[in-house]
């Protein structure tokens, strides 16, 4: 921010320079790109472009999202991390076709969040890392859909037990959280580990040949695991390390 609290300069985007500046992606969809741009305003002549598919407005200067940004009902993709944004509009929750939604690194606190939050059905992925959330709204464990969300790098000393419980949820981002204890976050990111077409039923729901089919399976597999030779003891070579396994966990990462 500018001495004495005045906003920076940004740069004008007209109508003119925001058609100028929209892409077509890969898979054919519409994206309006005006990342890295100075940009301290929303600017408002491109809601004129509401037939979009995608909007990057990340990396500016941008303070405050207006509730106009609703009338881009097509958008699946809004990316507008990196600002000085310190709330979101409620109508944000009028934007049902959204699959990607990243905030991160802002300004938002969990009152910056909007319990309309909750109507966005479709969403995919939520990224609200880097941000000074001091709790998760529970509102989140209402989107069904998710698969994954970031809360990375805030100040979160708990996580709902609804958002670990999501049914489609595969990645939960809660590093460097303030959290009781150390290894809390692992806790939350095993809680999400799941096997696929996994079935579990208590005995007393299977009928007794099928009852029996699984004790003859579990006595078999048994009978293979203590007839297994044991491993034989590898050696240790204290001095060697596996080539790029600090940047392979890096890029694991995330964010």
Not at 37 to 45: A, D, E, L, Q, S
Not at 208 to 215: A, E, I, R, T, Y
Request: hydrophobic content about 35%.
């Amino acid at each position: 921010m500018a001495k004495g609290g005045k906003s920076p300069k940004g740069k004008k985007i007209t109508l003119n320079v925001a058609k100028n500046c929209i892409k077509i992606t890969f898979d054919g969809r519409k994206r309006l790109d005006l990342s890295k741009m100075g940009i301290t305003t929303f600017p408002k002549c491109i809601l004129r472009l509401n037939e979009i598919d995608e909007l990057d407005l990340s990396r500016n200067m941008i303070r405050k999202i207006p509730d106009s940004i609703s009338k881009f009902q097509n958008l699946r993709w809004l990316d507008l991390h990196s600002n000085y944004i310190d709330k979101l509009p409620e109508s944000i929750g009028q934007m049902t076709s959204l699959l990607f939604l990243n905030v991160s690194n802002n300004r938002l606190t969990t009152n910056g969040l909007p319990v309309e939050l909750n109507q966005l059905k479709n969403i995919r992925t939520v990224n609200l890392g880097l941000n000074h959330l001091d709790s998760v709204p529970t509102t989140l464990g209402a989107l069904k859909e998710l698969h994954e969300v970031g809360l990375h790098d805030n100040l979160l000393t708990s996580i709902p037990a609804g958002i670990s419980k999501l049914p489609k949820l595969k990645k939960l981002n809660v590093k460097r959280n303030p959290f009781p204890k150390p290894d809390e976050s692992d806790m939350f990111v095993d809680s999400i580990k799941r096997l696929e077409n996994l079935y579990l039923v208590e005995e007393k729901d299977l009928c007794s040949s099928c009852l029996q089919k699984c004790q003859q399976a579990r006595d078999k597999l048994n009978k293979i695991r203590s007839m297994a030779p044991s491993a034989p003891r590898k050696a240790i070579f204290s001095n060697l390390v596996s080539p790029n396994s600090t940047a392979k966990e890096s890029q694991e990462e995330w964010r």
